[in-house]
T-cell receptor, first 113, second 111 residues
Framework: NAGVTQTPKFQVLKTGQSMTLQCAQD?????MSWYRQDPGMGLRLIHY???????DQGEVPNGYNVSRSTTEDFPLRLLSAAPSQTSVYFC????????????FGPGTRLTVT | GESVGLHLPTLSVQEGDNSIINCAYS??????FIWYKQESGKGPQFIID?????DKRQGQRVTVLLNKTVKHLSLQIAATQPGDSAVYFC??????????FGQGTELSVKP
């Protein structure tokens, strides 16, 4: 199993550009989530999904969209990038939400200039 | 609101000593707690978890203690090794499914 994979590893965007961060898992996990991590801080939940076709907002959802058309994939879309979205983004998955161990991907480092 | 925080942002220990990393949480409804280890440039890695119906759980060289009375969580690492150097996060969750992370503590192990 590859676990949780994320692409790209690094990305530089100009303010106003849009892009999609890809996340995939091959563990047949129902629960997937996106976090951002800013320097010296913990991870903050952006959006999560409890299964295909179901998504919900986390702590910091503004400026991001998600969809879950398959169990395996959970892309994160930045609609109009802003410098405040410069961060490291992590995708995670688990068997279910809440009380199950989450497996994290290697992260995408995004810089918005 | 909900919050999970750590008492110390950095911890430096000598190789072979025991390490204790502390965490405070404020949501008494949280019923599941996790410790993650994050090495530089990598995603968080699960270390150990504990449910609210327990007060202690042991793994290999690690022990998590939960004190619900004072809403306190700690991670003990026995015989700390250079490979344990990383940032450690506590996180809490409830049946709602959201995982809330604390700020993190950087553990530095001196040889």
């Amino acid at each position: 199993n590859a676990g949780v994979t994320q692409t790209p590893k690094f990305q530089v965007l100009k303010t106003g550009q849009s892009m999609t961060l890809q996340c995939a898992q091959d563990m047949n996990h129902e629960y997937m989530s996106w976090y951002r991590q800013d320097p010296g801080m913990g991870l903050r939940l952006i959006h999560y999904s409890v299964g295909a076709g179901i998504t919900d907002q986390g702590e910091v959802p503004n400026g991001y969209n998600v969809s879950r058309s398959t169990t395996e994939d959970f892309p994160l879309r930045l609609l109009s990038a802003a410098p405040s979205q410069t961060s490291v983004y992590f995708c995670a998955s688990s068997l279910a939400g809440g009380t199950y161990e989450q497996y994290f991907g290697p992260g995408t480092r995004l810089t918005v200039t | 609101g909900e919050s999970v925080g750590l008492h110390l942002p950095t911890l430096s220990v000598q190789e072979g000593d025991n390490s204790i990393i502390n965490c405070a949480y404020s949501n008494s409804a949280s019923d599941y707690f996790i410790w993650y280890k994050q090495e530089s440039g990598k995603g968080p890695q699960f270390i150990i978890d504990i449910r609210s119906n327990m007060d202690k759980r042991q793994g290999q060289r690690v022990t998590v203690l939960l004190n619900k009375t004072v809403k306190h969580l700690s991670l003990q690492i026995a015989a700390t090794q250079p490979g344990d150097s990383a940032v450690y996060f506590c996180a809490e969750s409830n049946q709602g499914g959201k995982l809330i992370f604390g700020q993190g503590t950087e553990l530095s192990v001196k040889p």
